[in-house]
């Protein structure tokens, strides 16, 4: 009887893991759907920044101290760098996901299952990771483009003040 008990037991901490295991697969689906969608929007909106800003910069480039050009010029400047590195970054991570999954597609038939198990369980930890460092370089870049259109935005007004 112990040992029916015992395998009742088994049986059913075995299911509660794998209604675990689902739990999680599902959330992190979630979560890089999410995360797909808001990159591709944040890509636009910072895209459209900074076309917005250097027309604007090169179309007041002439009412700009010199300061406030250098500095604005800069600012932009390290956010566009930080946006660009990212961008190539996504592409060498998405050129090795797919080598991943190549290799997954060229598994012979009795590993496929285990080989795509695997993949996607990799997949989803670099999700996670990807998702933490996208945190940090929407901040990277978006302090410095602030700052930089905070200094166009401050010379417009020094303008404003002086022509009236």
Same mark, same amino acid.
């Not at 090169?58 to 956010?79: P, Q, R, V, Y």
């Given at each position: 009887?112990?040992?029916?008990?015992?395998?009742?037991?088994?049986?059913?901490?075995? #299911?509660?893991?794998?209604?675990?295991? *689902?739990?999680?697969?599902?959330?992190? +689906?979630?979560?890089?759907?999410?995360?797909? +969608?808001?990159?591709? &929007?944040?890509? =636009?909106?910072?895209?459209?920044? &900074?076309?917005?800003?250097?027309? @604007?910069?090169?179309?007041? +480039?002439?009412?700009?101290?010199?300061?406030?050009?250098?500095?604005? #010029?800069?600012? =932009?400047?390290?956010?566009? @760098?930080?946006?660009?590195?990212?961008?190539?970054?996504?592409?060498?991570?998405?050129?090795?996901?797919?080598? *991943?999954?190549?290799?997954? =597609?060229? #598994?012979?038939?009795?590993?496929?299952?285990?080989?795509?198990?695997?993949?996607?369980?990799?997949?989803?930890?670099?999700?996670?990771?990807?998702?933490?460092?996208?945190?940090? @370089?929407?901040?990277?870049?978006?302090?410095?483009?602030?700052?930089?259109?905070?200094?166009?935005?401050?010379?417009?007004?020094?303008?404003?003040?002086?022509? #009236?």
């Amino acid at each position: 009887m112990t040992d029916i008990n015992k395998i009742v037991q088994e049986l059913a901490e075995r #299911a509660q893991k794998q209604q675990q295991d *689902g739990r999680v697969d599902v959330i992190i +689906k979630i979560m890089s759907a999410l995360f797909d +969608k808001a990159a591709a &929007y944040t890509n =636009i909106i910072i895209v459209a920044g &900074y076309i917005a800003f250097f027309t @604007v910069w090169g179309n007041m +480039k002439g009412l700009l101290s010199e300061t406030e050009m250098l500095l604005s #010029a800069f600012s =932009i400047t390290i956010s566009l @760098v930080f946006f660009v590195f990212w961008e190539v970054g996504k592409m060498i991570i998405n050129s090795q996901s797919f080598h *991943g999954l190549m290799k997954v =597609i060229n #598994a012979p038939p009795d590993q496929f299952e285990k080989k795509l198990q695997e993949q996607q369980k990799a997949e989803q930890r670099l999700h996670i990771r990807v998702f933490r460092a996208w945190i940090v @370089v929407l901040v990277l870049t978006v302090v410095p483009g602030l700052v930089g259109a905070g200094v166009l935005l401050w010379s417009f007004g020094r303008q404003l003040i002086n022509a #009236a």
